[in-house]
């Protein structure tokens, strides 16, 4: 026990000798964000986001960021920094356990000014958010390759900024079986695949308020050792991004062109892809290809009026690999694929200040993406593979009452929400009940309903909702 007590205090006093040495600086900080509040009906499948989120969320979501400048020592500053999360989507029962909902987000450390010749450069290595890139009114992150990794960013390099992250997010993926040249899911093997991002990051000034970034992620799956029993997506997928950011004396606004190449291509609309194939199949679809147009920003028309927008627009396609052609004829398919795919979608949110602390805002968004299936029928015995196409659509109209700290300013935070909102799913949407109980089919006699099925498309919700970041 003495050996104990002693080594506990000689660890002590170095840790209190540490900040002597090292030239710590105290400096912590913290920062967050939430989303809260109480709707007439719970949507299910978070209907409605792709025609903006205002008024179409019924979660509660958290993030607390902490983090400290740890060391400084010269021109040099270590810090380390943590994110815990939580995730709640309904209202079942007051006690929501954070074992079952929580996460840790980030947990990572970082050195800034450790090269005599750039001291704004820092090399960082940990589990981070890096580069997340989104629009905030329809929640959508079009690039996103966050993950444990490693990097350097923000080398001056010309006129410009040079990053360069590797980063690796594990992902599930259905393994396949080879057999006779048939493909068939493979049971009892890892379900997990090992995916691996290399991104390289450029920004510069092109003109007087305005600024491009160029950046390149390579995404690629590490095939399983054990290849005699199966396979998985080894093949890479390339994502090269150009965004052009123009600030100017009304607000600002940015175009974004996205294009992707690879088995993962156009599996995201209006981002990219981030996640393994989870149909395992993908690989057969090496000159897929994919292709996000988006233009959003936010403009001040006068003093008190002004409005967010968003447009965008996805094409992807080249997907053949994954279809057998004889003589030019499509004779078979794999199952569970799509040959190609359209979106578009176009939110706006105005707003009118009221007071110095009271505002109006309207938030109309439409959505609609098209699908083209090739599908297998069997009729009389005989084998078919068609094609069919199938259509999404999601329209919402919200007309909220907010309370914020600055009215005037679009981003002002905390904001507290009373909104009704109008949500039309059109032809395939659905699920908008509470629970998704409007959207069912029952396959079975017993209950006497045999072959029923409901599907409610349109529905009127009403609520309050509290936002804020810091």
């Known amino acids: 026990m003495k050996k104990v007590n002693l080594l506990a205090a000689a660890v002590l006093a170095a840790a209190f000798a540490m900040p002597a040495q090292a030239d710590y600086t105290p400096n912590a900080y913290f920062g967050g964000y939430f989303r809260s509040g109480v709707a007439s009906e719970h949507l299910t499948n978070n209907f409605g986001k792709q025609a903006g989120r205002l008024g179409a969320e019924s979660d509660t979501y958290g993030e607390i960021f902490l983090g400290a400048d740890v060391a400084k020592v010269d021109d040099t500053v ?45 090399v960082w290595i940990g589990k981070r958010f890096y580069r997340r890139e989104d629009i905030h009114i329809t929640d959508k992150y079009y690039h996103d390759v966050s993950g444990n990794g490693a990097g350097i960013e923000n080398v001056a390099l010309g006129s410009g900024k040079l990053s360069v992250a590797w980063l690796r997010n594990d992902d599930s993926l259905d393994y396949q079986e080879n057999f006779d040249k048939n493909v068939y899911k493979v049971t009892g093997k890892p379900s997990k695949v090992a995916l691996h991002y290399f991104d390289v990051e450029y920004d510069f000034p092109v003109w007087d308020g305005a600024n491009m970034e160029i950046r390149n992620t390579y995404m690629l799956p590490k095939k399983d050792s054990d290849n005699s029993w199966y396979t998985a997506e080894t093949k890479g997928t390339n994502n090269l991004m150009i965004e052009l950011n123009q600030g100017y004396s ?127 029928a069997s009729v009389n015995d005989i084998n078919y593979v068609t094609e069919n196409t199938s259509n999404v659509q999601a329209k919402k109209v919200t007309l909220a009452y907010a309370l914020t700290p600055d009215a005037g300013n679009f981003w002002s935070r905390p904001e507290l929400r009373f909104y009704v909102s109008y949500l039309n799913g059109g032809n395939d949407q659905g699920t908008l009940g509470q629970y998704g109980n409007a959207n069912y089919t029952v396959s079975s006699a017993t209950d006497g309903r045999f072959g029923y099925s409901h599907k409610k498309t349109n529905q009127f919700i009403f609520g309050a909702q509290a936002e804020a970041w810091w």
């Open 78 to 122: 270590w810090s380390v920094n943590t994110m815990l999360a939580v995730s709640h989507d309904g209202y079942q029962g007051d006690w929501v356990s954070l074992g079952n909902c929580g996460a840790l987000r980030q947990f990572y450390a970082s050195v800034k000014g450790i090269m005599d010749w750039d001291k704004d450069a820092s």
């Open 250 to 376: 009304l607000g600002w606004n940015k175009t974004v062109l996205q294009y992707q190449y690879g088995p993962q291509a156009g599996m995201n609309v209006f981002g990219f892809q981030r996640w393994g194939a989870g149909d395992g199949q993908s690989g057969l679809a090496d000159s897929a290809w994919g292709i996000n147009l988006l233009n959003f920003g936010e403009t001040h028309f006068t003093e008190n009026f002004g409005m967010f927008h968003v447009i965008g627009a996805h094409f992807s396609g080249g997907r053949d690999g994954l279809a057998t052609y004889e003589n030019g004829a499509l004779t078979s398919v794999k199952e569970s694929s799509f040959k190609d795919k359209k979106a578009f979608q176009l939110v706006v949110r105005p707003y009118y200040k009221l007071t110095k602390m009271t505002r109006l805002l309207l938030e109309a968004g439409f959505y609609t993406e098209s699908t083209t299936h090739w599908a297998k």
